[in-house]
C-alpha cells in the first residue's frame, strides 16, 4: 500500500513505478488508475479535525437559502471535444443563474478574489478561502461538482476537496460527469447522498432537484452526514477507512469494540453477609417461566459471514464496518419450519410448536429466537435500603441472568450491610466516579444481549418484566419501556419542551424501566456525541434522554411502550429529584441541545402500546391467558 498525499499527479508512469503496491491518492488519470484496485482519497493535508457536530450545519430546515451553488473558475487550456461540451454546460449554468426562476441559485463561474487552490488544465480552480465558501455551502441545499474537461482525469485533488467542503456543509453534491472515481466507491454507496449525471444531462438539472421531495431529500442529507462522520471527518478518520477497505477486501474481521472492566466493589476475600429472609412482597400467583441456570448469549458467532455478505449494509446503513461487535441487534430470523427440521438449537418452541396459552405459554419463551435471559442493571446512589428492598423483588424471576449493580456512592457498602439471595449473582461493580452515564457502560460483566436498565426505586411486578422481555425480543433494535413521555414545540420559542404528562402520543420511554440491547451501550459510549455525555456529568440529569435519542437516531424509529403503566416509582420510596421543576427545565435544555449535537431531532412518535395477545380477550373457562393482568 503506498498512500500518496502529495498534491500533485505523477504522471502516467506512475503504474510503472509502484509495480503491483496499490495507491491510495487523490489524483487519478485512466492511464494509470486501476480500478478496484487502487483507492481515491480526500486530500488529506486540506481536511481538518474538528467534531462534525462543531463544523457541520443542522439538517434543518430541510431546504436552505440556495436551491443549487457553484463557486469555481475553469482553467482551460485545452480545445477538443470535451471541452466544447463543457462550455455548453457553462452556458447552460448561466441560463439557470438569470433569474427568471423563483429558486435561488449562487452560480459563479469566475474567481472575484484569489484562487486558493489553482486546478490543473481542464480542472476548476477553488475560489477564495475555505471560509467563504463555507458560508455559501452551509446555504445550499445541493451543490454542484464539475468533472474535469480532460477526459484522461477521473479525480483530482481539486475536485476531491470540493466534495469533501460540500460533504462537511451538509450540502448534497450533485456530480456532473460520468468519469468521476469517488472515495471508498467499491463500499459507500455514493448513489445514497449525491446525485450523479453525464454532463450532457444538465437540462435536466433544475427539474430534477426540484422533484425531489423533502422526506427523500432529508434521508439524503442524513446519510451525507454519517458517511462524512463516519469515513471522512479527519485524517485519522480517513486512514482508519482506508485501512477497513483493505480488511474487507481480505476479508478480515474489524478489530472488536472494548468492554469496560467490571471490577467488584467488595475486595476478594470479603463475603458480603446475606438476609436472613426476604421482605414479605407479594407477587400475583402466576407462573410466568421457568427458573433457569443463567447462561450467557453467545457472542462472535458471524466475524466472517458479516464480512462476507453484508457489506453493503455493514458500511452504509449500520455504520458499523469498521468495528466488530459480539451482538448486535439485527442477526437474521430463520424461517419457522427450520426449528423443527435440523435447526433447533437453542430454540424453545411453546408446546413444541403446537402452540397454546396460558400454561403452554409460560413453559418457553416461544418466539423467532433462541432461548436467551436478560441481566437487570441498577444504578445507585446513597440509599442502601431502597437498593435492598428493589433486589429482593427480584427473587424468583424467570429469565433473569444476573443483576449488576452500578455503585454510584462515593464510599463502599458497610460491611454489615445484608444482601438478598435471589437466586442469580449480584455483581456490584466498583465505578470511577458518580456518573449518570455509568448506567451504559458496556460492562464486561453482562453477558446478555437483552439489558433491563432499572432504578433503585424502580417498582416493576414480576409480570410486567417478563411481558416487557417478551416484547423487546421482537423488537431487539428498539427501547422497550413502561413510563412514556414526549417531546412537544414550543411555537413561542421555536424550541422542544419535556413533557411528562398523559398523552395520546409519546417519543421516549425512560430508561429507568426498559429493556435495550447491550449494542447500544457501545454506541452511547464510545460514538455517541461526547458533548452529550458531558452534559450527562454537569446536570446529573438527561442519560435517558441521551439513550432515547441514540437509539431513534440510529433506527429512525420509536419506541415502544408496554403495559398501561405511566410512572415506576415504589410507594414510600423518598421524593425524587424528577419532581423538581429545575429537573424539568434542565431536561428542556438538554433535548434542544441533543437536537444541535445531532444536527436534527431524532425523536419519533408513536400511538400505540403493547399488550399482550389474549388482553380483554374472551376465552373459554378452560383455558388460560397469556397473562393474568396484562
Same mark, same amino acid.
Given at each position: ?7 500533485e ?8 513505478? *509502484? ?50 451553488s457553484?463557486?469555481?473558475?475553469? !482553467? ?11 462550455k ?12 427568471? $426562476? ?19 488544465a ?68 455514493w ?14 438539472? +433544475?427539474?430534477?432537484?426540484r422533484?425531489?421531495s *423533502? ?13 462524512? #462522520? ?30 469496560t ?8 476475600s ?21 427458573? #433457569?441456570?443463567?447462561?450467557?448469549s ?106 449488576i ?19 442469580v449473582?449480584? +455483581?456490584?461493580?466498583?465505578?470511577d466516579k ?24 424502580? *417498582?416493576?411486578? +414480576?409480570? #410486567? &418484566? ?9 423488537h431487539r ?62 446536570l ?22 408496554? $403495559? ?23 431536561? *428542556?435544555?438538554?433535548?434542544? #441541545? ?6 436534527? !431531532? ?16 374472551? &376465552? ?11
Open positions: 500500500l503506498i498512500p500518496d498525499f502529495s498534491y499527479n505523477k504522471g502516467p508512469n506512475q503504474l510503472e513505478k *509502484h509495480g503491483r503496491a496499490i495507491v491510495a491518492q487523490s489524483e487519478a488519470r485512466i492511464s494509470s488508475f486501476r480500478p478496484g484496485y487502487d483507492l481515491i482519497l480526500p486530500p488529506l493535508d486540506k481536511v481538518g479535525d474538528e467534531p462534525v457536530w462543531q463544523v457541520a450545519p443542522s439538517l434543518v430546515p430541510i431546504t436552505r437559502k440556495y436551491l443549487l457553484f463557486y469555481g473558475e475553469w !482553467n482551460q487550456q485545452t480545445q477538443d471535444s470535451d471541452s466544447t461540451l463543457l455548453s454546460v457553462i452556458e447552460k449554468l448561466q441560463q439557470m443563474d438569470d433569474g427568471k $426562476t423563483k429558486d435561488k441559485l449562487y452560480i459563479k463561474l469566475k474567481c472575484e478574489g484569489k484562487k486558493e487552490v489553482v486546478a490543473a481542464g480542472d476548476w480552480h477553488l475560489c477564495d478561502s475555505v471560509e467563504e465558501r463555507k458560508k455559501i455551502l452551509d446555504e445550499s441545499t445541493y451543490s454542484l461538482i464539475l468533472a474535469p474537461s480532460d477526459p484522461m482525469i477521473i479525480s483530482s485533488s481539486a475536485l476531491q476537496q470540493r466534495l469533501y467542503e460540500v460533504l462537511r456543509s451538509g450540502a448534497i453534491p450533485v456530480i456532473l460527469g460520468s468519469r468521476v472515481q469517488l472515495p471508498f466507491a467499491e463500499l459507500v454507496d448513489t445514497r447522498f449525491s446525485i450523479q449525471l453525464p454532463l450532457h444531462r444538465v437540462t435536466e438539472l +433544475h427539474f430534477l432537484i422533484s425531489i *423533502h422526506s427523500d431529500l432529508f434521508k439524503m442529507k442524513r446519510q451525507g452526514r454519517l458517511v462524512y #462522520e463516519n469515513y471522512f471527518s479527519s485524517p485519522q478518520v480517513i486512514l482508519r477507512t482506508l485501512f477497513g477497505v483493505l480488511q474487507s477486501r481480505l476479508t478480515i474481521p474489524a478489530d472488536s469494540v472494548r468492554d472492566p467490571s471490577p467488584s466493589i467488595f475486595n476478594a470479603f463475603t458480603p453477609l446475606l438476609l436472613d429472609f426476604l421482605p414479605n412482597e407479594s407477587e400475583p400467583e402466576e407462573v410466568l417461566g421457568p427458573l #433457569e441456570t443463567p447462561f450467557p453467545p457472542s462472535y458467532k458471524r466475524n466472517f459471514s458479516s464480512v462476507l455478505g453484508e457489506r453493503t449494509e455493514s458500511w452504509n446503513t449500520r455504520f458499523h464496518a469498521l468495528r466488530l461487535y459480539g451482538n448486535t441487534p439485527w442477526e437474521h430470523v430463520i424461517p419457522t419450519e427450520a426449528k423443527f427440521l435440523g435447526s433447533r438449537m437453542g430454540f424453545r418452541p411453546i408446546c413444541d410448536g403446537e402452540g397454546g396459552s396460558g400454561k403452554e405459554f409460560s413453559a418457553a419463551l416461544g418466539g423467532n429466537h433462541p432461548q436467551e435471559q436478560f441481566t437487570v442493571v441498577m444504578l445507585t446512589y446513597e440509599r442502601e435500603a431502597v437498593l435492598i428492598t428493589s433486589l429482593s423483588r427480584l427473587y424468583g424471576l424467570p429469565y433473569l441472568n444476573k443483576v449493580v452500578v455503585w454510584n456512592s462515593p464510599t463502599p457498602p458497610a460491611e454489615d450491610l445484608r444482601w438478598p439471595d435471589i437466586g449473582p449480584i +455483581h456490584v461493580v466498583k465505578v458518580n456518573s449518570l452515564n455509568n448506567r451504559f457502560l458496556p460492562f464486561s460483566a453482562i453477558e446478555t444481549e437483552a439489558v433491563l436498565s432499572v432504578d433503585d426505586d424502580s *417498582h416493576l411486578r +414480576h409480570d #410486567e &418484566i417478563i411481558f416487557g422481555f417478551r416484547v423487546w425480543r421482537e433494535d428498539r427501547l422497550v419501556g413502561f413510563p412514556g413521555r414526549f417531546h412537544a414545540w414550543d411555537s413561542n420559542h421555536t424550541s422542544w419542551n419535556y413533557n411528562s404528562n398523559y398523552s395520546c402520543e409519546l417519543s421516549m420511554v425512560l430508561t429507568g424501566a426498559a429493556f435495550y440491547h447491550k449494542y447500544y451501550n457501545y454506541l452511547y459510549t464510545h460514538e455517541m456525541p461526547e458533548p452529550i455525555r458531558l452534559m450527562v456529568d454537569e446529573m440529569n438527561c442519560e435517558d434522554l441521551a439513550m432515547n435519542f441514540l437509539i431513534s437516531h440510529v433506527t429512525r424509529q420509536p419506541p415502544v411502550k408496554v $403495559t398501561s403503566r405511566w410512572t415506576f416509582r415504589c410507594p414510600g420510596c423518598p421524593v425524587s429529584l424528577s419532581e423538581d421543576d429545575s429537573h424539568f427545565q434542565e431536561r *428542556h435544555r438538554c433535548i434542544n #441541545e441533543f437536537s444541535r449535537l445531532y444536527g436534527y !431531532n431524532p425523536l419519533l412518535y408513536t400511538q400505540y402500546r403493547a399488550d399482550s395477545v389474549l388482553f380483554k380477550t374472551r &376465552i373459554p373457562p378452560d383455558k388460560q391467558k397469556c397473562f393474568k393482568f396484562i
